[in-house]
């Protein structure tokens, strides 16, 4: 193995390494929070019935129980809800056309 591939895999391993210790880890009280707050919004988003209601992002990934992560790619793939432009850089959905895309991808019993 020439010296240089030996030196770049050491530093690669010392990168990982580092990245490792920076990764903060929640304490279960940030965890607790984290999830309080998470029910909050579930709990206020069940007493929406307008259907024109307009969610966040957030918001309507919580309805949906879908990570944000996953949020963002049904919405890149196309395949998401009609989306509602809430300003340059924030996005929305209404109830209805959640409800409308809830219909789309249900699965018939065969």
């Given at each position: 193995?020439?010296?240089?591939e030996?030196?770049?895999?050491r530093q690669?391993e010392?990168d ?10 929640k ?8 999830r309080a ?44 809800p ?29």
């Open positions: 193995m020439p010296l240089q030996a030196e770049r895999r690669s010392r990982h390494q580092a990245k490792q210790k920076k990764r903060h880890k304490t279960p009280a940030e965890r607790e929070t984290e707050k998470r029910e909050a919004l579930r709990a206020r988003i069940a007493q929406y019935q307008n259907p024109n209601q307009v969610l966040t992002f957030t918001e309507w990934c919580l309805l949906n129980n879908l990570s944000e992560a996953t949020g963002r790619r049904i919405f890149g793939s196309g395949a998401g009609i989306v509602t432009e809430l300003g340059v850089r924030r996005i929305g959905v209404t109830l209805g056309n959640n409800a409308t895309w809830q219909a789309s991808r249900a699965r018939g019993a065969t």
